[in-house]
């Protein structure tokens, strides 16, 4: 079973940025689509950002003009840049994968921005 392996979270200060990546440990086929989500304490988890098979890609609201998706010319890894964070960027980020008939999840990784 393919597992995706994320990696960049930690502690920063409000203002500052992080990257987070994700991996395959394995090949995936037929790929659709790659996307992160982020969970809050107590809330639901929530979608972020993705990016499809062909390279588009969509910004929540909540976080457009300062996080950017983004993949590796392999298309194996993709990235998150989180720029300007804010203390209600606190969560834990999930990666997802899509394909035609299985959704992979990484295991999250915590951002925590303090004030």
């Known amino acids: 079973q393919v597992q995706l392996i994320e990696s960049g979270g930690g502690l920063v200060q409000t203002g500052e940025s992080l990257t987070l990546s994700c991996a395959p440990s394995g090949r995936i086929y037929g790929i659709t689509r790659r996307g992160w989500y982020r969970q809050a304490a107590g809330k639901q988890r929530e979608w972020v950002a993705f990016?499809?098979?062909?390279?588009?890609?969509s910004i929540a609201d909540s976080v457009k003009g300062r996080f950017t998706i983004s993949r590796d010319g392999a298309k194996s890894t993709v990235y998150l840049q989180m720029n300007s964070l804010k203390p209600e960027d606190t969560a834990v980020y999930y990666c997802?994968?899509?394909?035609?008939?299985?959704?992979?999840w990484g295991q999250g990784t915590q951002v925590t921005v303090s004030s």
């Open positions: 990016i499809t098979y062909n390279g588009s890609t």
């Open positions: 997802q994968v899509s394909t035609v008939g299985v959704t992979y």
